[in-house]
Structure formats: C-alpha cells, structure tokens
C-alpha cells in the first residue's frame, strides 16, 4: 500500500498549497521535462575558456595565524578521511569505499546507484531501509573541505589530491540531473557553497606552492579549473531554476541563495545562469525577515535549524560585502538577535527541541567535535572558540556595518523576573542558581506545513549544573524510520499537560501537519513565577512554574470546555539515556544522572502514577515494539530512558504538582556551559 501512501501524502500537501504554489509546481514540472535540453542550449552560450576566480567571498586567514593544535588535528583527520573513515552528521561511523560510492547508504548497508533523471525518483521512500540524509550527507562535500583545510595549513599535497579526485569522481559518477543528488535543489546550493571554500583554500594552496610551479601544484590547478568549468555551471543553473518557494521554503531558500550569491559572487560570469548578483541579495534579503522572527528565533521551531540558517546567512552576508554590496540594518540586526537567541537558550547535550539533523554547513569547527556547541561557544565568547575564531574572524570586519555577534540575549527581561520569553518565537528560559530552564510557548512551525516542527507545546525541558535531567526526547530520522519519528514529534514524548486523547493536529507524512494548534498564552511571568495555558478543542491545558534554588515546581492543569466532557490528561517525564529513576517512599521518585541527584515529589492529586525503566538500552533503530521511553539525542541515533507518566482528572482535584529537588551536596562532574 505504498503507493496509496504516496498519494493520500500527496492529496494533503497539496491542500497546504494557495494557488500560486500550485501553479509554480506546475511550471516546475513543466521545467524539468526540458531541463537538459535547455541546459545545453544556456551552456554553448557561455564558452569554455578559463575564468579565473574574481575575488573571495569569504575572506580567509593567515595560516601562520592558526591556534595551537588546529594543523595538526587537520592532518590526523585528513588521515582518517584518506582511508574512508568518515563521520556523518558529526558523530556517526561510517566506513567508505575512496572514493566513495555517492549513491550509497553507508549506514543502512544499501546501495541505490541510478542514472535516472532526478524528476522521476521519490527521495522520501527509500527500499530496504535506506534514508536519502545518507546519500546527501556524502555529496554535501564536508569531509572535501576539511582535506582542503588541510592542504592549505600544512602545504600537504596529497590531501589536496585526494580533494580533488574525489570531486572528479563526484563529477563523473553524477551525470547533470540524473540520480539522487539532483532530486534537491537546497544539496545543490550546498555543493555550491562547499565548492567555493574549497577552491579558495586551494588555489590559495596552490599560489604558494612554489609561486604554483611545483609539480602538484600546477596539476592541482589544472584540475581545479576543470572542476570549475563541469560543476558551478550546471549547480547554480538548476539550484535558480528549480530554487524554493512557498510552504516549501524554509531553511531550504536561505541555502539556496547562499549558494548562489558565493557562488557569482565569485565567479560573476555565472550570473547568465540565474541572475545578477543584486537581485539575489533583495531576495536574500526578504528571506531572512521572511524566516527569522523579530526577537531572533527562526520560525521553523527547530533548534539546530536555528544554527543551519544562521550560518548560510553568516557566509552569505560576508559575500555580499566583498561584492560591495550593503546589507540593510535591518538585516544585520535579524542576524544579531538570531545569533542571540542561539546563544540564550542552547545547551550541550543534543537534547533540542523542534526536528533536528545535526546538520551545519561548513566544517570550520575541530575535526570529531559538535558543530553546535563550537558556534555556542564563538557567540558567546569567540576567544573560548579559537578555531572557528581563526576561520571566520577575517569576515568580521564589515565595510558596511559589523555583525554585532556578543549582545547579550542571555539576561531576564527585568530585575522583577528571573525569566526572558522571546514573544514572537515563544521560547522562554530561565537561569537560577544552577537550574536552566527551557520552557516552550511556540506555534507548532512555519508556513502551512509546519514542517520541522513537534507538538511541544508547555513542554518544559531542564538541566542541573549543565547536565540534562528532564529531556525533549529528540527526532530520530527523517524517512528511514518514519514510526519512530511520527513517535518522537507526538504530544506523547512531550511533557505538557495533554488531554487523554491525543488531540490534534494530525502528523500527515514527511514535513507536513494537518493544520497549527493556537500558540500558548502567557499569563504571568514575575519574580514568583510564570504561567501559560494553551487551547485544545475540548477545553485548556495550563502550566506555571516556579524555580528556587534548590528545587523547580510545576503545577499542571487541563480544564475541559463542557462539564460533560471528561477532563483527564497527562505529563510525561522523560530522564534522558544512562539515568536511574529508583522509587522512594509514597509518591517520591529518585532520579541520578551523571553525577546529579534529584528527588521528584508528587502531589496527592494525581490519580495514575507510571515509573517506566526501560531495558533496552542499545544503540539502533528501535523500529518494531514498544517506543515508550525512547529517546534521540543525535540524528538517527535511537536510546531508551527512564520515564514518569502521570495522569490527572479536571481542576477540581487539588494542584497537581511535581517539584524537582535537588540533592544536598550534589554536584554534576562538569559546569555548564553558559
């Protein structure tokens, strides 16, 4: 019944459509039954002489300047890479044929090698467990970069030759819109980008290399050029032709600009294959107000797409002003009270909310470390970041206006409270003694489809000293394991007050909701705590929490609309992997975790009390059986944790608390991170 699937997905999406959507879906496909041909027709108009690079869109440093360590963690990793141990999204193993098989599973062990055209396959549904991130994950380049970052640091040739023989292999084994790498326009504009950070650090290799007459050298050269005149034109061709729009938007149009604005901002000749380079930056420009929302936070309501965007504006924004070009302040403020918001309400961990595939765009943090907590780290204090400092630091300096990246988004609105709510992104957190507090007040997403967004409404997630005691249960996967991840975005892995039966919305497929829930309302924030309800449409649910030094309460509450209708709800208490949750007397629960001890009190209201310790405890895919417990706390890595659930009846009951306290004399094995 796959294919009924497919097309009861299709039924819905398209619902989510107004009709300029569906017309320029229309014109796409209308586009893509003439793509090669007016290909070829574009191309011959080009001409096929040399183009040297005009200018570098991102500014590169010296490689004197490098920190201590940083040149030769690149040649351990360059090493590594050579012989096809590599590392998807930041943290998983993979072993690689070099080069690689680009149409590949790695993971999964599945090998889907096509010369279909990209229009005619369905990256969404894979056979034998396969899942298209994979494939992706491989031609995004990030490993290419690091071997270039290599080469330019250490003068290493080899790593430089096998950058480039990988990219021509690249080029030969993924004709132009044929196969799985040409089913994206956003992978395209990311190849994009990479490819214009590996020519920089190459040919700047390659200059100093003997003035660029040593042997390698000069057929690095000649091979790069090569590259340059097969890739870039077809790339930035189909990622303008077939760019992004509508509900379909999302992160996807930021990558897609970027790449195309480094790219001709590069190499200005490119523009009579999409348009000049002013134009992309008004649209650019319209994109990032579009995404972004007035006090910073991007409007997907996912974290790690918060750091995604941010960091294709980042590079996108520094193209534009070697180019010239002014970014307007209202641009450039988005931008800072984005990196603001990044940096107020991250934590270590891996425990985000919203959909998260531990995606970054360029490599510029250590080999082996996490992307998220390098950038945390640079916002906050660029210095505490020396190897992103040294990568990006040379782009600070604006000709126009600087990005102001240290503004201090972290501290409570006023004195009079101890929280900060973003408003308009409905994220609030609050720091007090060693609790963080990370409480969410959002729509479910953005645009119609609310695509990367989970039902995490009155969700409140915790940390003790840095370490993660109450948890948000994470995303799973995206297509390899679609029960998983309907599992993981549910009310259910949420701790909210939720009435018993699941209202809606319905999760529809891929990326695709069946309509948003109101946005909670909140009702108090002062010294003595804050409050939120949210509208289900059978009656409210409402939360308020208080936080002291010792101990967080919360007191839950769902009121039902008519007095006929039943009035039972639930909170689940999800305890990240590793942790011990151990009864104690009546209705006290111990949990430890990495060092930390906390007792969890309940009131007497609560009618059913659930202590789960789940024991399957491996890393995998826990695709059949019982999901309850299950928790992700990176891309396609899938663990069970301990969990509470609580259920409730109406406000007539008493309070239905639970209160968090902490253990006297605990301490965690490490500070946090703020």
Not at 591 to 597: C, M, Q, R, T, Y
Request: some cysteine; proline content about 7%.
């Amino acid at each position: 019944m796959a294919w009924l699937d497919k097309w009861v997905w299709r039924w819905h999406r398209i619902q989510a459509m107004d009709a300029p959507e569906i017309a320029g879906h229309t014109r796409r496909r209308w586009l893509q039954l003439n793509e090669s041909r007016a290909y070829e027709r574009r191309l011959r108009g080009f001409g096929s002489e040399t183009w040297p690079p005009s200018r570098d869109p991102i500014p590169l440093p010296l490689p004197a300047d490098a920190p201590d360590g940083l040149a030769q963690a690149l040649r351990i990793e360059a090493r590594r890479l050579m012989r096809g141990d590599w590392l998807a999204f930041g943290g998983i193993p993979l072993r690689v044929d070099m080069p690689p098989r680009w149409h590949k599973d790695y993971f999964a062990g599945v090998d889907l090698d096509t010369r279909e055209p990209g229009r005619r396959l369905n990256h969404r549904s894979l056979p034998s467990g396969a899942d298209i991130k994979f494939i992706w994950e491989l031609s995004r380049w990030s490993a290419l970069v690091s071997l270039a970052q290599t080469s330019f640091l250490t003068q290493d040739p080899a790593a430089a030759r096998t950058c480039l023989s990988c990219l021509a292999d690249w080029d030969s084994k993924n004709p132009a819109f044929l196969g799985w790498n040409w089913t994206s326009a956003l992978e395209a504009g990311i190849r994009l980008v990479q490819f214009v950070v590996i020519d920089e650090l190459l040919a700047t290799w390659i200059s100093s290399a003997t003035n660029g007459t040593e042997a390698n050298a000069v057929e690095c050269s000649e091979e790069l050029q090569r590259l340059r005149q097969s890739i870039l034109p077809r790339h930035v061709w189909m990622v303008w032709r077939y760019r992004s729009f509508g509900s379909s938007a999302n992160n996807h149009l930021l990558g897609e600009l970027a790449g195309l604005i480094l790219a001709i901002a590069r190499w200005p000749r490119l523009d009579s294959f999409a348009v000049p380079l002013q134009e992309l930056h008004q649209a650019w420009e319209l994109e990032v107000l579009r995404q972004f929302a007035e006090d910073g936070g991007n409007k997907e309501q996912a974290l790690n797409y918060q750091l995604f965007a941010w960091e294709f504006c980042w590079i996108t924004f520094q193209a534009l002003d070697q180019a010239g070009i002014v970014v307007s302040d209202a641009v450039v403020e988005r931008l800072e009270r984005a990196a603001g918001f990044f940096a107020a309400v991250w934590m270590p961990g891996g425990w985000d909310f919203g959909d998260s595939d531990s995606a970054w765009v360029v490599p510029w943090h250590l080999p082996g470390a996490t992307a998220a907590e390098a950038w945390h780290r640079w916002f906050r204090n660029p210095a505490r970041s020396s190897e992103l400092d040294f990568w990006l630091k040379p782009g600070l300096t604006s000709s126009t206006r600087p990005l102001n990246l240290l503004a201090d988004a972290s501290k409570p609105l006023s004195a009079k409270c101890l929280w900060r709510i973003f408003e308009h992104s409905g994220i609030g957190f609050a720091r007090v003694g060693d609790w963080f507090l990370r409480w969410d007040l959002s729509p479910l997403g953005y645009l119609k489809t609310a695509a990367h967004g989970h039902l995490d409404a009155l969700h409140l997630s915790i940390w003790f000293d840095g370490k993660p005691v109450v948890i948000d249960p994470g995303t799973g996967a995206y297509y390899g394991d679609e029960r998983l991840r309907s599992h993981l975005a549910g009310w259910g892995s949420h701790n909210g007050p939720v009435p018993r039966a699941n209202p809606p919305p319905d999760r529809l497929g891929p990326f695709l909701w069946s309509r948003h829930h109101p946005t909670p309302r909140v009702t108090k924030v002062n010294l003595e705590g804050v409050q939120a309800e949210l509208q289900h449409p059978s009656g409210v649910a409402r939360r308020s929490i208080r936080a002291e030094a010792h101990r967080v309460v919360i007191e839950d509450a769902y009121e039902a609309t008519q007095e006929s209708d039943p009035a039972e709800f639930s909170v689940r208490w999800q305890f990240p992997p590793g942790a011990v949750l151990d009864r104690g007397e009546g209705r006290e629960f111990r949990v430890s975790i990495e060092g930390v001890d906390v007792v969890v009190k309940l009131s007497a209201s609560w009618s059913e009390i659930s202590c789960v310790n789940p024991s399957r405890g491996t890393p995998g895919h826990p695709s059949s059986g019982d999901l309850q417990g299950v928790c992700s706390s990176r891309f396609r890595e899938a663990r069970f944790g301990p969990f509470l659930h609580l259920s409730g009846v109406g406000v007539k009951s008493g309070i239905f608390e639970t209160s968090f306290e902490i253990v006297p004399g605990t301490r965690a094995s490490a500070s946090p991170n703020h």
